[in-house]
């Protein structure tokens, strides 16, 4: 009678092993595409910004357009179309798309996009296929779909306020709040791609509602909406400390947006100055939060809401240090502004389709 056949327990994954593979294949990418020129493309819910970016994060040639509907595929057409001129007068070695949303772990497919009709969009072979229809070929040796913070995230690392720094996070003030983490030379997107949603970190349990359908996310106090929500309900109040505000408004609340907030901060005016102490007090709570999750070395700060500089970053510093865990007895962390302003999606997304990060 014969023996038993005895089954051998499968060894667990090698994770030093699995990350030496990924950078050998990361690094073939590279070579094999070069850091020629590369076109990025940063999609947003009111502008399609594009650009070719050579391999020193310059950008050379821009185009913009209106993002035409919610439609994804008048969207993609514009995606096409933009990348199409740009090609035609350079020679592309790869083709970076960044994307307002969730966007899955193979770079090709937005799971979800909020201010966008895309849920389980294959943007990636969408775009290709309509470029390629326009040119009669294809465009470049690879074309990849990023996150936009992710996207921005990168070119702050290769090419401005991060260049230097291991270990490094972006928060990108905008609408909502963008997040991105950067580890020793590789963008940290999770398991499943979805890594530095920041944004819908819960920090009030029951505080306002967000459009992700929970209540209380950190975008909800910390975000150009925030700022413009508070400013509004100021005025509509007849606050008399917003007389100046509803003055640059014309009298009309709604009208408020956040850069009429920032001219008027920048002009001395006392409410607008404590509005943006309010979302700065907020904004160092969050990054409190992250230091004691991820502990980075520096926390860039990007998007418009940015644009108000020490309005914002002084009082983010200030909440940051008194909330910080652990504080007086370990390191502080660099709180600085984004460099690249709004071209850092284009430019990060380029330098990605070449096979970095």
């Not at 070695?93 to 895309?118: C, K, M, N, Q, Y």
């Not at 690392?157 to 609408?175: D, N, P």
């Not at 609340?253 to 001219?263: C, H, N, Y």
Request: net charge positive; aromatic share 4%.
């Amino acid at each position: 009678m014969a023996a038993p056949r005895t089954t051998r327990p499968r060894r667990a994954p090698d994770p030093r092993r699995a990350a030496l593979q990924q950078r050998l294949r990361q690094q073939t990418r590279r070579a094999l595409i070069g850091d020629g020129p590369a076109v990025g493309v940063d999609i947003g819910g009111t502008k399609v910004a594009a650009g070719v970016v050579d391999g020193d994060g310059r950008v050379v040639a821009q185009l913009r357009r209106d993002t035409p509907t919610k439609s994804p595929q008048a969207v993609e057409d514009t995606i096409a179309e933009v990348v199409e001129e740009l090609a035609s007068q350079h020679e592309i070695v790869s083709v970076g798309i960044g994307a307002a949303g969730f966007v899955d772990a193979e770079r090709a497919t937005v799971l979800f996009a909020p201010h966008l009709a895309w849920r389980n969009e294959p943007l990636r072979e969408a775009v290709e296929r309509r470029v390629r229809a326009r040119l009669g070929r294809r465009v470049g040796r690879r074309t990849v779909v990023e996150n936009d913070a992710n996207a921005a995230a990168w070119g702050e690392y290769r090419f401005g306020a991060g260049r230097g720094e291991a270990r490094l996070v972006c928060v990108t003030m905008g609408t909502g709040i963008g997040g991105a983490i950067v580890n020793s030379g590789r963008v940290q997107r999770g398991r499943y791609g979805l890594a530095g949603e920041f944004g819908h970190m819960i920090v009030v349990p029951g505080g306002h509602r967000c459009e992700c359908g929970n209540r209380g996310c950190w975008e909800q106090y910390a975000s150009g909406n925030a700022l413009v929500r508070e400013a509004r309900e100021m005025a509509r109040a007849q606050s008399p400390v917003a007389h100046a505000l509803l003055e640059l408004a014309q009298g009309d609340p709604e009208a408020i947006t956040g850069p009429l907030v920032t001219e008027a901060a920048r002009a001395g005016d006392p409410a607008a100055i404590e509005l943006f102490e309010e979302v700065g007090r907020w904004l160092g709570i969050g990054i409190a939060n992250l230091a004691a999750a991820l502990d980075p070395g520096t926390v860039v700060i990007g998007g418009g809401v940015s644009d108000a500089d020490e309005l914002l970053l002084g009082p983010a510093r200030e909440a940051y240090r008194r909330t910080l865990t652990g504080r007086g007895f370990r390191p502080e962390l660099r709180i600085v502004r984004a460099q690249l302003g709004p071209a850092a999606g284009l430019v990060g997304a380029a330098d990605l389709s070449r096979g970095w990060g």
